[in-house]
């Protein structure tokens, strides 16, 4: 049984080879990827070489990016964890959205389906985030979902031929248990990829 988690509205799986197209369509805006050391997508041929990655990936124990399935609508973009230190218990989630779906109830509900990812499933202790300084909407989203800013690491994201700082943010794992975002309703399907249990 593949792996996957259940939200109220949403469904999160690891992306498949046949999610091409509606990932090409959701980063083909430039206004998507502005933010991104990637994109836009100009051809098919870019989201099949992700899945593909993908997969290797997560059976390296890598990272475990999944496709944000809106019920109702379809795809909506990504969400993942990355930068996993197994040894102290941390991670960092990034999380992209097609355009239609920004202002919506996805970044809340995704963002407690990967807290209850790393926290609940993979033992985390610390989840993290970045964001642009010049991107507020990002920057909102964190916030508004209870990531705390604290600080800003300088010149830390290679954009093309320049060095951009990002904010860092951070959530802990008694943080979260008492937030609203735990309270969120969610379940999961088979169990994450073996590689990302290590030490439970």
Same mark, same amino acid.
């Given at each position: 049984?593949? @792996?996957?988690?259940?939200?109220?509205?949403?469904?999160?799986?690891?992306?498949?080879?046949?999610?091409?197209?509606?990932?090409?369509?959701? /980063?083909?805006?430039?206004?998507?990827?502005?933010?991104?050391?990637?994109?836009?997508?100009?051809?098919?041929?870019?989201?099949?070489?992700?899945?593909?990655?993908?997969?290797?990936?997560?059976?390296?124990?890598?990272?475990?990016?999944? *496709?944000?399935?809106?019920?109702?609508?379809?795809?909506?973009?990504? %969400?993942?964890?990355?930068?996993?230190?197994?040894?102290? =218990?941390?991670?960092?989630?990034?999380?992209?959205?097609?355009?239609? @779906?920004?202002?919506?109830?996805? #970044?809340?509900?995704?963002?407690?389906?990967?807290?209850? *990812?790393? @926290?609940?499933?993979?033992?985390?202790?610390?989840?993290?985030?970045?964001? #642009?300084?010049?991107?507020?909407?990002?920057?909102?989203?964190?916030? /508004?979902?209870?990531?705390? =800013?604290?600080?800003?690491?300088?010149?830390?994201?290679?954009?093309?031929?320049?060095?951009?700082?990002? #904010?860092? @943010?951070?959530?802990?794992?008694?943080?979260?248990?008492?937030?609203?975002? /735990?309270?969120?309703?969610?379940?999961?399907?088979? %169990?994450?990829?073996?590689?990302?249990?290590?030490?439970?």
């Amino acid at each position: 049984m593949g @792996f996957s988690l259940i939200g109220p509205s949403l469904t999160l799986r690891p992306p498949q080879p046949g999610d091409a197209e509606a990932l090409l369509a959701l /980063a083909s805006d430039p206004e998507v990827t502005r933010w991104f050391s990637w994109g836009p997508y100009t051809d098919i041929e870019q989201p099949r070489e992700y899945i593909e990655r993908c997969a290797w990936q997560r059976e390296r124990g890598e990272q475990l990016d999944l *496709l944000i399935i809106d019920r109702e609508k379809g795809p909506a973009g990504i %969400t993942g964890l990355s930068e996993l230190s197994y040894r102290d =218990r941390r991670c960092i989630v990034g999380t992209w959205l097609g355009a239609d @779906f920004w202002g919506t109830q996805v #970044n809340r509900e995704s963002k407690a389906m990967i807290a209850y *990812l790393g @926290f609940e499933l993979l033992g985390m202790n610390r989840i993290g985030s970045y964001s #642009n300084p010049e991107n507020e909407r990002s920057t909102s989203a964190l916030e /508004a979902v209870g990531y705390a =800013r604290e600080g800003v690491l300088h010149q830390w994201h290679r954009h093309g031929e320049r060095y951009l700082d990002v #904010n860092l @943010f951070g959530m802990l794992r008694d943080d979260w248990r008492a937030s609203e975002q /735990a309270g969120i309703e969610i379940s999961s399907e088979g %169990t994450p990829p073996s590689a990302f249990l290590q030490g439970l």
